[in-house]
């Protein structure tokens, strides 16, 4: 039976992700890294092209299951005619190779558990040449080498009398099956490593269950957000920590490819890498709840990743910065639920999206202005993509959404540009002491606001549109009053917000980014067939705009019913189905968890405010 998306749950070792489904299937895995080939692809195709299901023999999906505390170790429970065992799914923090570990625990009666690993690299493509060694089974194709060894315990917690383990090869898969009673354990543990080099040393999956829930333990106590939605915002930062690549500090968008944004579609996208769109927005989420060292790592990784020609900025980068992501389709895939084609790389990485020089500029005045120890080179590289940014910004573009239709003058490439002379102005004020001409970047400044005033608002529907001469909206102009391009009791803004609401909005209140309905000279907008589900940031984004119009109550309810679109264990994909009721695209989306983060936290401000008001009310009437 094919999982829904929000039937996935996600763990991880910071380098790289999988999804483990309800049914106790991991149906994706890449290893070493976020973007490398996966070796359990079933996700994207059938069970032939790799997966491994661990579950009481003949069950379904589990009963209940949860994360263990503030942690990204997952339990998950099955009930059984003869009794229930538990299964912890988790990827400790690795030393020097990835390990998958997962310990099945008898909790009540007796039951009989089934283990079946098919292994298949690149993609699900190759079935590797499995032997018998040492005890240890080990899989190796070409420049992969898995091992997987079961550790068996009795109740009393000895290796020397626990459940006996049978395995055996079965139709170009691993199949082991085991009897568990109450207390007893037996924990598989999956190890990749280069073919060319000899085993990693073995990990205790006992010790290392202990000292995940630890380490996760003491980055959660980190977390300085204490206001309303504490339990929903903890967990989306835990999510963004767990998409973190912790050599270099990048976030990816998502650690899957090609989770479709219409069923059947071709919206089918590789979302492995790290967007500049996100920064600003990611290293607000990270400063404003205490997390400062992942911010700093992120603002470096954003440093390192954009050094350079400033004519040659990406939209997107690999995990160690990468430029080159070559977009491939994978034909012996066949898609998730049918949703071809599944692609690997993306070339939406070589558009030139004008907004992104914006992003940067705004991140960097972002860490500054929170204190991060400042890096000498950075204002130096700032006022080189404004340069840039001067000759440029006058030109078409391909937009925030990476459309694949003819370049346009989209309105929020302009407020992005608006945003990133904006920027340079305040930072030359608030330090003269930095080179720079503040007089050339405020004329810049004028300029745009004065052009996208009058050439991307129609004063008719007293609406912003998505681009020049278009009569469609795009809900990235809510964002508008969030930049301080104009302040959100201006009229147009408040007609902006409404048109976006009613034109763009879908059931419950949710939104799309953009209609892709509208043909602009013959072409469509953004150059695909098809539709796509409500976009979740857009959605928290409308809230963050209610709430600063003075909509409060509304901003509440609509943050609310976002809530409700989580899964069991607290995740968001990109997109959601509000006629089906399902989740659509790639999942966890890094994006939808900053957007739930950052109106979390707008939301306390607000009741903060609110709560001073009543105070100061309170005390003048005592006074009185």
Request: a negative charge.
């Amino acid at each position: 039976m094919t999982q829904r998306i929000e039937d996935y749950a996600l763990i991880g070792d910071l380098q790289t992700a999988a999804l483990v489904g309800r049914d106790g299937s991991v149906d994706w895995l890449c290893l070493p890294r976020f973007d490398s080939a996966a070796c359990f692809a079933a996700l994207l195709g059938e069970p032939e092209n790799g997966h491994w299901r661990l579950a009481p023999e003949g069950a379904g999906n589990c009963t209940s299951r949860s994360y263990v505390g503030d942690s990204l170790v997952l339990e998950s429970v099955w009930e059984t005619r003869s009794g229930s065992v538990k299964i912890t799914d988790f990827m400790p923090q690795r030393d020097q190779a990835p390990d998958v570990v997962r310990i099945v625990e008898g909790l009540s009666g007796e039951v009989t558990v089934h283990s079946t690993l098919r292994l298949r690299f690149d993609y699900g493509n190759i079935v590797p040449w499995v032997r018998h060694t040492d005890g240890h089974r080990v899989a190796v194709a070409g420049p992969d080498a898995v091992w997987l060894r079961d550790v068996p315990k009795d109740a009393n917690g000895s290796e020397s009398g626990g459940p006996e383990v049978r395995t055996w090869g079965q139709q170009y898969s691993t199949r082991s099956a085991f009897t568990v009673r109450e207390g007893e354990q037996v924990a598989f543990v999956l190890t990749w490593h280069p073919s060319h080099e000899p085993r990693p040393p073995l990990v205790d999956p006992y010790e290392s269950l202990a000292h995940s829930l630890e380490d996760w333990a003491e980055w959660a106590a980190k977390c300085t957000y204490e206001g309303p939605y504490r339990e929903a915002v903890l967990r989306s930062l835990i999510t963004l920590k767990a998409l973190t690549y912790a050599p270099t500090g990048g976030i990816v968008a998502a650690p899957t490819t090609s989770l479709p944004e219409e069923i059947g579609g071709v919206r089918n996208w590789d979302y492995r890498y790290c967007w500049l769109r996100d920064s600003t927005l990611t290293l607000g989420s990270l400063l404003s709840a205490g997390y400062l060292e992942e911010a700093a790592q992120w603002r470096d990784w954003l440093l390192r990743a954009v050094a350079g020609d400033p004519a040659d900025l990406k939209i997107m980068y690999g995990i160690s910065g990468e430029r080159r992501l070559p977009e491939l389709e994978l034909p012996w895939l066949a898609g998730y639920e049918a949703s071809t084609p599944v692609r690997i790389g993306n070339v939406a990485a070589d558009q030139l999206q004008l907004d992104v020089y914006g992003e940067v500029v705004d991140s960097l005045y972002v860490a500054r202005k929170s204190g991060l120890v400042a890096k000498p080179h950075a204002w130096n590289l700032q006022l080189s993509l404004l340069g840039f940014l001067e000759s440029m910004w006058r030109e078409p573009d391909d937009g925030l959404w990476e459309v694949r239709g003819p370049r346009r003058h989209f309105v929020h490439s302009k407020v992005m540009a608006w945003v990133a002379a904006d920027r340079a102005v305040r930072t030359l004020e608030e330090d003269p002491t930095l080179p720079g001409d503040a007089a050339r970047w405020r004329a810049m400044r004028d300029e745009v606001h004065r052009e996208v005033c009058e050439k991307g608002y129609d004063p008719a529907r007293n609406t912003f549109t998505q681009s020049y001469g278009s009569a469609e909206l795009d809900a990235a102009t809510l964002l508008i009053p969030q930049v301080g391009f104009l302040p959100p009791d201006d009229p147009r803004v408040v007609g902006t917000v409404e048109a976006v609401r009613a034109e763009l909005g879908r059931n419950g209140g949710f939104i799309q980014r953009y209609s892709s309905d509208e043909t602009l000279e013959g072409h469509r907008v953004d150059g695909l067939p098809g539709g796509e589900g409500a976009f979740l940031v857009c959605s928290f984004w409308l809230a963050d705009a209610l709430l600063l119009t003075g909509r409060v109550k509304e901003a509440r309810e609509l943050f609310d019913r976002l809530l409700a679109l989580r899964n069991d264990v607290g995740l968001l994909a990109e997109e959601y189905d509000p006629v089906a009721g399902r989740q659509l695209g790639n999942f966890p989306q890094a994006f939808s968890h900053i957007g739930l983060v950052g109106t979390a936290q707008a939301l306390a401000r607000e009741e903060a405010r609110e709560g001073a008001a009543r105070s100061g009310a309170a005390g003048r009437e005592g006074a009185g």
